[in-house]
């Protein structure tokens, strides 16, 4: 009987324990930390060993295969044991595509891959496909498989996840668009970080599709250098592809081998040029599925925005708030900014990655006219906006900052919550964020 040790007791943590029971493996599930109740039920309930705010190395080091959780670094002391020992360390969605033969859309990207999974997976349900959605959304991979039977899957991918995968290889793998996050996990080197992305199509076949932003200079960089086997279908706001995604008189053109579908980008249900290529992205995985146009033109016009990611909240006194809590790098508040057409008071700040805030400067000279911090430390948006805006106002929660911004709006203006951080240093995570700031301006 094989042995895996399962190194966190979180969602894929238990996911890939029951699979691995499933599948008579011997588990045991191993949490430095300790494991929420809900989890520990699962455990109980299944008969899986496990043990919480310790490691036992004995325990560990006997294990034919090790499934590593996406937070769990590769740099800490036990990875680097387990990899010295020559025991393999693996992902989730690396442990879990063995047992399945489902068709596999897999989305990564530093921004928008949220939105485009759903978008595809509101799309693929709409035409009556047999869909799991699953990774870094709802019920685990692993665990889905192991109690579902999916046609097909739409995971959304990290580059934590995908940095333990070696033979996974969707059908067709998306790349929306690559800039610095995490450069903390990837030693403050950049071509890591996009290397890393790149693994999604790694194991692709002549058979297989990679969808990607031609806008994007880190992405069209890695594929002139490096070669994937996968059939390249590009998407441009900017410019004319013969085959694969672009704008022509303001509506999207999709061409595939097969097909042709066009679409006007007012009807999109999702406005902006992020959500626009969001939408090319989709639109493309969708045709490859054979889903039809009529079906896909519906899916685009009514689908609801993700919560958390430029979600209108409340309008007050003529003054719109925004919850774009998911905005944990500068990237991701790059598109927020560049969206707004009012007036703006920008909330920003938390975790830094190792952030720069430079690029954001034109959008904050055009559109910011205050500038509240949510933080602990906020001396780099501070050295960097200072002396940009009129109003420069620190803040330590999200109530605080909620009013403190009431104060420096008027009629006809918008406060936007875009953080460009992680979230840890006052919150549990971004939704816990989310709803902290939404709550406060339901409580003006």
């Known amino acids: 009987m094989q042995k895996i040790v399962i190194l966190g007791g979180g969602e894929s943590g238990v996911g890939t324990a029951i699979l691995a029971k499933k599948n008579k493996y011997e588990v045991f599930v191993s949490d430095k930390g300790t494991i929420a109740d809900k989890y520990k039920e699962v455990l109980l309930h299944n008969n899986i060993l496990f043990e919480e705010e310790k490691h036992t190395e004995s325990k560990i080091f006997n294990a034919d295969v090790v499934m590593k959780s996406p ?133 692709q076949t002549a058979d297989d599709y990679l ?125 927020a900014l560049e969206s707004m057409n009012t007036p703006t008071v920008w909330i920003v700040g938390g975790t830094d990655k190792g952030n720069d805030y430079t690029e954001l400067m034109p959008l904050v000279r055009e559109k910011v006219k205050a500038i509240v911090c949510l933080g602990l430390d906020n001396s780099k948006i501070i050295e960097t906006f200072g002396n940009v805006v009129d109003f420069l106002i620190e803040t330590a929660g999200a109530e605080e900052a909620v009013k403190v911004a009431y104060k420096l709006s008027e009629k006809g203006d918008t406060v936007l919550l875009s953080p460009a951080c992680a979230s840890f240093d006052l919150f549990e995570n971004y939704e816990d964020r989310g709803r902290q700031f939404k709550d406060a301006v339901r409580l003006l």
């Not at 929306?176 to 194991?203: A, G, Q």
């Not at 009514?302 to 905005?327: M, T």
């Open 71 to 203: 937070g769990i670094p590769d740099k800490v002391v036990l990875v680097q044991e387990l990899k010295k020992r020559k025991i393999p360390v693996v992902s989730e969605i690396e442990f879990a595509s063995k047992f399945t033969d489902a068709t596999i859309v897999g989305i990564t990207g530093s921004n928008g891959k949220t939105t485009t999974t759903m978008l595809i997976n509101h799309i693929l349900k709409r035409a009556k496909l047999n869909v799991g959605m699953a990774g870094n959304i709802g019920d685990s991979f692993a665990l889905q498989i192991a109690k579902e039977k999916f046609d097909t899957y739409v995971l959304e991918l990290s580059s934590f996840q995908l940095d333990g995968s070696v033979d996974f290889a969707p059908h067709i793998a998306i790349i929306t668009n690559i800039s610095p996050d995490h450069l903390d996990r990837y030693d403050y080197n950049y071509e890591n970080y996009i290397n890393s992305k790149f693994r999604i199509t790694m194991n």
């Open 211 to 335: 969808i990607y932003d031609a806008d994007d200079i880190a992405i069209e960089n890695w594929l002139k250098n490096n070669k994937t086997k996968a059939q390249l279908l590009p998407f441009s706001i900017k410019t004319i592809v013969e085959k694969g995604a672009h704008i022509k008189d303001n509506k999207i053109l999709i061409q595939t081998d097969t097909n042709t579908f066009t679409m006007s980008i007012a009807a999109l249900a999702l406005q902006g040029k992020h959500n626009t290529k969001n939408a090319m992205a989709s639109a493309l995985a969708a045709k490859l599925l054979s889903v039809r146009s009529e079906t896909l033109r519906e899916s685009l016009e009514d689908f609801e925005s993700v919560e958390h990611r430029l979600e209108p909240v409340f309008k007050i006194n003529g003054v719109q708030y925004i919850n774009d809590s998911k905005a944990t790098n500068v990237n991701a508040t790059y598109y």
